[in-house]
């Protein structure tokens, strides 16, 4: 009579990431339209220019980059006594930038929080590309089905039985277990911090990439 087990596999890898998407804001509000929406679109002039001296598909350090459209709108606001102020007036514009070259990627944001009043890093998307994601993802559903392997057998050479053969293998949850939170995720996170006003320091944490499947296996 066969002796069924049902495991479930789990492997993690982490890896540097290969690129950095710059998210950038240049903004500026003022008490009349044209003055301000002037500023912001001779402020995106001088960032795109300097964007187009670094980009190259091929071989960077700016592989791609890309403006949102340029957004303006007025409001009214209220005083600390409940008084409506006169109206102000904004502009603003989105960019991202993909950066190959990290060290370029500081020097670039550095360079025009210094130059350039309206800009504003809102973060940097860390990642790979997409080759590298895709060898990395197959690495670690192959190391998640061997250890779910070698799960099995430990049961079965705890119960005394032979070797052990797979008869099912499916995603985590496909088997009729729940999967856990937040297992097959591959997601990646971005540590910055500031060290004085002229010194910017961007500090890629490793992408992880996560794999768990749910298998059976019997022994005879």
Same mark, same amino acid.
């Given at each position: 009579?066969? +002796?069924?087990? +049902?495991? %479930?596999?789990r492997f993690t890898a982490f890896q540097a990431p290969e690129r950095g998407t710059a998210r950038v804001t240049l903004a500026y509000?003022? *008490?009349? *339209?044209? *003055?301000?929406?002037?500023? !912001?679109? $001779?402020?995106?002039? +001088?960032?795109?220019?300097?964007? /187009?001296? !670094?980009?190259? *598909?091929e071989r960077g350090p700016v592989t791609w980059w890309a403006t949102q459209q340029v957004r303006t709108w007025a409001q009214r606001p209220w005083?600390?006594?409940g008084k409506r102020l006169p109206l102000v007036h904004h502009a603003a514009v989105g960019l991202q930038a993909k950066f190959r070259d990290f060290?370029?990627? +500081?020097?670039?944001? &550095?360079?025009?929080? /210094? #130059?350039?009043? &309206?800009? $504003?890093?809102? /973060?940097?998307?860390?990642?790979?590309?997409?080759? %590298? %994601?895709?060898?990395?993802?197959?690495?670690? $559903?192959t190391r998640a089905v061997r250890d779910a392997a070698r799960r099995a057998q430990h049961y079965a050479d705890a119960l005394g039985l032979g070797p052990v053969r797979p008869v099912a293998i499916a995603d985590a949850g496909m088997l009729g277990a729940p999967p856990v939170? &937040? /297992? &097959?995720?591959?997601?990646? $996170?971005?540590?910055?911090?500031? #060290?004085?006003?002229?010194?910017?320091a961007l500090v890629p944490e490793d992408i992880e990439v996560s794999a768990e499947v749910d298998a059976r296996f019997v022994a005879d």
């Open positions: 009579m066969a +002796t069924e087990f +049902t495991v %479930r596999g509000e003022g *008490p009349a *339209p044209q *003055p301000v929406y002037d500023r !912001l679109a $001779r402020d995106l002039d +001088t960032v795109k220019a300097a964007l /187009g001296d !670094l980009h190259d *598909p005083n600390q006594d060290g370029r990627l +500081t020097a670039w944001v &550095g360079a025009l929080v /210094g #130059s350039v009043e &309206g800009f $504003r890093l809102d /973060g940097v998307d860390w990642a790979l590309t997409e080759q %590298r %994601r895709a060898e990395l993802e197959r690495d670690v $559903r939170a &937040g /297992g &097959g995720a591959a997601y990646a $996170r971005m540590a910055a911090h500031e #060290s004085g006003a002229a010194e910017l």
